[in-house]
């Protein structure tokens, strides 16, 4: 493990999944590693004319290591979405929604979002946190930030301030925790995607395009009267989504997947520590 991968990976916070976020990540450097190799030992061949070298590594990124990147992440992508949804089952439970047959009660909470956004900017914060009166809350979180005068961060602050008054056993912060690991994770896979869109040449338009045509085929399986999605290394899988079910396969074994998929078998080799 080389000194940038080390740095990178000592980012991501202690936390019940971190061994497999840094497992993840580390996976990502080191496919874009490969590709580094690939595409500096594709260059320095004589063989190649030099528009011939430029299609090469992008047939290099597009066919292998652009899916292996996206099998790599995997793991990092499911902790963000975990999370994400971690939150939104919280906030749900701490800020229902209002009753929209409650014409009283909506005037109520415009009036107490204008008078937020009356408030100099320095005193919008401090009045909101101070205040113990939950309807103020309801008022502000029950809206878009701007129509009380708050930026996205000051809301977000705000919301995770009343969420650890109304929420018990410090959940709240757990999913914090969890956020952040899952965030630095991910901070080392856009480190290894720069490094492969720079080995490319291409610019960043170009090579977005690119990313998105070179996903491997979704492995789709038949599990009794569901169709699953096949994730290769793990015990179970998830139903097919909609996008999977279009443009999945039925793969009959592993060696079919991986021979029109050769991204996923790379980014199941492990890398070097």
């Not at 030992?41 to 430029?54: H, L, M, Q, V, W």
């Not at 099998?71 to 906030?91: D, E, T």
């Not at 408030?119 to 309801?138: H, T, Y």
């Not at 708050?150 to 056993?169: A, I, K, Y």
Request: proline share 7%; with cysteine.
């Amino acid at each position: 493990m080389n000194i940038r991968a080390q740095q990178l990976l000592s980012r991501i916070p202690d936390h019940p999944s971190t061994a497999s976020l840094r497992t993840a990540a580390l996976e990502c450097l080191a496919l874009s590693d490969r590709f580094g190799a690939r595409a500096a030992a594709i260059k320095a061949d004589p063989s190649f004319t030099a528009i011939g070298r430029e299609k090469a590594v992008k047939d290099e990124a597009a066919k292998t290591f652009l899916p292996g990147l996206q099998v790599a992440y995997a793991p990092i992508a499911r902790a963000l979405a975990s999370a994400k949804q971690a939150r939104a089952a919280i906030f749900a439970s701490a800020f229902p929604q209002p009753d929209p047959t409650n014409i009283a009660a909506a005037l109520e909470r415009q009036e107490i979002r204008a008078l937020v956004r009356e408030l100099k900017p320095g005193e919008r914060m401090a009045f909101i946190s101070g205040s113990r009166d939950e309807r103020v809350a309801d008022a502000v979180l029950s809206a878009p930030p701007v129509l009380s005068g708050l930026s996205d961060d000051m809301f977000g602050q705000f919301r995770d301030l009343v969420m650890e008054r109304r929420v018990d056993g410090g959940q709240v912060a757990e999913i914090q925790k969890a956020e952040e690991a899952a965030e630095a994770a991910q901070a080392a896979m856009i480190v290894a995607r720069n490094d492969i869109r720079t080995a490319t040449g291409l610019p960043d338009r170009a090579f977005e395009d690119l990313q998105k045509s070179s996903a491997p085929t979704p492995w789709l399986k038949q599990a009794g009267d569901q169709v699953v999605k096949v994730i290769p290394g793990e015990m179970t899988y998830p139903a097919a989504s909609a996008d999977d079910l279009a443009l999945g396969k039925f793969y009959a074994n592993a060696d079919e997947y991986f021979a029109e998929n050769p991204g996923a078998r790379i980014a199941a080799t492990p890398a070097a520590a």
